[in-house]
T-cell receptor, first 113, second 113 residues
Framework: QKEVEQNSGPLSVPEGAIASLNCTYS??????FFWYRQYSGKSPELIMF????GDKEDGRFTAQLNKASQYVSLLIRDSQPSDSATYLC?????????????FGKGTKLSVKP | NAGVTQTPKFRILKIGQSMTLQCTQD?????MYWYRQDPGMGLKLIYY???????DKGEVPNGYNVSRSTTEDFPLRLELAAPSQTSVYFC????????????FGPGTRLLVL
């Protein structure tokens, strides 16, 4: 059974700081990596995806992928209180009982004003 | 586009009762999914469908059934509700398998007493 691991947190950072969220995955053959944000009581929404090794930037968000280390991270620059949420890492699967995405349990981020 | 819609938003069931959670998407997506999310436990796949008339079991299918008679609708049936089925249920859809975003509905909160 393939797995995706995240530190559950909570991760607390002051407003304006960089928040760093980490995720490791067990299947070396994984190809696609996603970061979802979930506000309390709401559904997950996609904020970034990455397929290739290296960095991918989108506004204040940067996804980093290292396939050799089986590690993907999300950096949030200039963190805002509105970034306070749970961040779910997801990795593609190949069907069967895990469907096409395996989700980590999420890291709760709290940005303090 | 409404995206993915779910009804009801909240329901209380007595042990042994049955109900159907409704899910509809208007994005013409072939792939649809049902997840349950328990506190601190991440998203667990219950069932998924790769097209009308085709469904498959996820990680936690026991106690549930699905059908997919149209591209738009993917209802989840709970038979003989048990307290262990108390959870938040999310329906999701995607255009393709693997490298595409999954779009989530707003969720149904179910309490079994």
């Amino acid at each position: 059974q393939k797995e995706v691991e995240q530190n559950s947190g909570p991760l607390s950072v002051p407003e304006g700081a960089i928040a760093s969220l980490n995720c490791t995955y067990s299947d070396r053959g994984s190809q696609s990596f996603f970061w979802y944000r979930q506000y309390s009581g709401k559904s997950p929404e996609l904020i970034m995806f990455i397929y290739s090794n290296g960095d991918k930037e989108d506004g204040r968000f940067t996804a980093q992928l290292n396939k050799a280390s089986q590690y993907v991270s999300l950096l949030i620059r200039d963190s805002q209180p509105s970034d306070s949420a749970t961040y779910l890492c997801a990795v593609n699967a190949l069907g069967g009982s895990q469907g096409n995405l395996i989700f980590g349990k999420g890291t709760k981020l709290s940005v303090k004003p | 586009n409404a995206g993915v819609t779910q009804t009801p938003k909240f329901r209380i069931l007595k042990i042994g009762q049955s109900m159907t959670l409704q899910c509809t998407q208007d994005m013409n997506h072939n792939y649809m999914y049902w997840y349950r999310q328990d506190p601190g436990m991440g998203l667990k796949l219950i069932y998924y469908s790769v097209g009308a008339g085709i469904t498959d079991k996820g990680e936690v299918p026991n106690g549930y059934n699905v059908s997919r008679s149209t591209t738009e609708d993917f209802p989840l049936r709970l038979e003989l509700a048990a307290p262990s089925q108390t959870s938040v249920y999310f329906c999701a859809s995607s255009y393709s398998w693997g490298q595409e975003t999954q779009y989530f509905g707003p969720g149904t909160r179910l309490l079994v007493l």
